[in-house]
């Protein structure tokens, strides 16, 4: 523990100094510069770490023992500690300040996340959500639907994507049922962790608790906040499950004979079905593979036209499209180059088929209300404005009073 909370001190001071890294925007100059430098001086801090582990673990006693009325007074005031506490943290309190809305912060993004004892609107969202979960309670919105749900439905005048919690988020998403997975999945963790903790030799329990707890970890974070939608804390967090449920942590003792044994009874190999198993992940892996492919190549896009290349733009766009034609993105990326280059009427084309596939974004709507004006259809543009403010109603963009906001014409603005 002590080696590892001082690896974990050395980390946060490499982070500490290097603002823009660490409170963004995450588009600024020198964020790429400072990541690289970071993550290169975090590696070092972590093998450095595991080199100081493995020596400690050569001078420390694999075990210490303590008399049993030792342990239980350990184990009373730690749970007296506790408690203590909890009532010092003030329940009552904290949860009223949670409710509250945002207020403005002096200092950086980061501290008013750390230091503030406010929610940051996380009830809100969580409202929100639970919300959400009202209007379609078993399947739910569908998946990466809470950002469209919000804009429409949610209390505070702020943009999010994610309900800043996976469990809400799901809810809401997913429904019952996706919820119900999502606790099956942290479930068997738990609980494979709880018998192999309990079935592990005193040399082997470090690790296995190391994992479980880093586990954990990252669950209660992923309770409160979006942190899962960070890759790489996401990819920790799904290699100590994998690790903690997989053979990697199976109890093992020697043999007589000198071999490796499962200390559990050993089952049946089942490799029909582990066949299938690995199958269906493999499936999933490769499903997940297109709309990466896709957003990289919506991305290629949108550089090109940042340069000014329009026909590499509409290439790479309609790439995009062909790999997964049933998403809107890559239609309203086409649409957005269609409409640069003057091609009007494909452009309009293009974000009414943007549309057919996702009608709560009020962006696409947006868009084809801009690009209807710039056609001459202001009819169309008007119903596709007001459809677009509906989505959004507390979007600045509509700040304006309706005769100003309204598209008045081919030239109007």
């Excluded at 809400?168 to 963790?189: D, I, M, N, P, R």
């Amino acid at each position: 523990s002590a080696t590892a909370a001082a690896g974990s001190a050395a980390a946060i001071a490499v982070l500490l100094p290097r603002d823009e890294l660490v409170n963004g925007p995450i588009d600024a100059p020198a964020v790429a510069g400072q990541g690289r430098a970071a993550a290169l001086l975090i590696l070092l801090i972590g093998a450095l770490t595991a080199l100081a582990y493995t020596r400690v673990r050569r001078v420390v006693p694999a075990e210490l023992r303590l008399p049993r009325p030792a342990k239980r007074a350990a184990a009373a005031l730690s749970v007296v500690l506790v408690l203590a506490g909890v009532a010092a943290a003030d329940p009552a309190s904290r949860l009223d300040s949670l409710k509250e809305p945002p207020r403005e912060f002096e200092g950086s993004y980061t501290e008013s996340h750390i230091l503030s004892s406010g929610g940051s609107g996380r009830w809100q969202f969580w409202e929100a959500a639970v919300e959400q979960f009202k209007d379609s309670p078993v399947l739910g919105g569908g998946a990466g639907s809470y950002e469209a749900w919000w804009a429409q439905h949610g209390t505070l005048n702020y943009f999010t994507r994610n309900a800043h919690s996976l469990f809400f988020e799901t809810l809401g998403e997913l429904g019952a049922v996706g919820l119900l997975l999502l606790v099956a999945v942290v479930a068997a963790g738990l609980a494979s962790a709880a018998l192999r903790l309990r079935a592990s030799a005193d040399e082997e329990r470090p690790v296995v608790a190391a994992l479980t707890g880093a586990f954990v970890a990252f669950i209660l974070a992923a309770a409160i906040d979006w942190i899962w939608d960070l890759t790489v804390v996401g990819a920790v967090g799904v290699a100590c499950l994998a690790l903690l449920v997989g053979a990697a942590s199976v109890a093992r003792v020697e043999s007589a004979g000198g071999s490796q044994e499962e200390r559990t009874p050993r089952r049946p190999r089942q490799l029909g079905l582990r066949a299938v198993v690995a199958a269906v992940a493999l499936m999933l892996v490769a499903a997940e593979a297109v709309p990466l492919a896709t957003q990289q190549k919506v991305r290629a896009s949108q550089e090109a036209l940042k340069e000014g290349n329009a026909d590499s733009a509409l290439a790479e766009a309609q790439d995009a499209r062909a790999l997964q034609g049933w998403a809107a993105s890559p239609h309203l990326q086409v649409a957005l180059v269609q409409e640069s280059r003057g091609r009007l009427r494909s452009a309009r084309e293009s974000i009414r088929m943007a549309i057919d596939r996702d009608r709560s974004d009020w962006r696409l709507w947006a868009v084809a209300a801009r690009i209807e004006e710039a056609s001459g259809s202001i009819a169309e543009a008007r119903r596709s404005f007001d459809r677009a403010r509906a989505l959004n109603p507390r979007s600045p963009l509509f700040k304006r009073s309706r005769e100003e906001a309204r598209p008045t014409g081919p030239s109007g603005g």
